[in-house]
């Protein structure tokens, strides 16, 4: 009996490439789509990560006792800039400063704060773990007691110092994080990794409207994939 030696012939071996070229063409760019977009990922990160040390400050009594009734010195919040005990991070300070302690405190709820490490605890500009670059400017708590307390601004950078270092409307936020080209972010529609929060003396803590992608990308949606300036919401 004759065996027969069964192939593919070149024709047939042309075409199945053909096939699975057309395949890739089609399969890879939504595989790509439906791939994290990881700056939103580190943004939501980033944003709970500061709603939680928040949280933690005006909730911990022995650095931010209630003080909204009190008629020696009446604090709403984190315009408490006093030293107190238990307060671990400012427990022997004896002045009024609520910017300095807050700076202390909140690096302490970050897991930055080292004892006696004065140098490395007042510094503005810090990065955490995680990559991320952080800076803490525009203090303005008013110590008066009343209204909101005044605020405190800090700026983050969800992937550090690789690029593009852009935020919101054309912003590169340079003067906070110290690096930056506000010319280079001009035109940008899409792909940011810098955004600034807002942090009011009573807690409330609010992305600026200029950093569209940070505000849409904290939202609770069903679209993390995308660097688009919108997601589709629950």
Known sequence: MKRLNKAFTLT????ALGVIAILCAVLLPVIFNLMPNQNIIMAKRAYYTIQTAISEMLNDEAC???RTSSVDRPRVGLDDGIGYVGCGPW????????QTKFLYVFKDK???YTEGATTENNKTKFSTPDGM???ITDFAFTNTG???GGSVQITV???GKDAPNCAGDGYSYATQLGTGNDSACSGRTSGYDRFRVKILGNG???IRAEDKWAVNAVKVNRNITSDKNSNDED
């Open 12 to 15: 047939e071996l042309l075409v």
């Open 64 to 66: 931010y006792p209630d």
């Open 91 to 98: 427990k022997s300070v004896t002045s009024d400063n609520s």
């Open 110 to 112: 970050l897991g930055l």
């Open 133 to 135: 670059d952080w800076a």
């Open 146 to 148: 009343t209204g909101t």
């Open 157 to 159: 950078d969800v992937n």
């Open 204 to 206: 409330q803590v609010i």
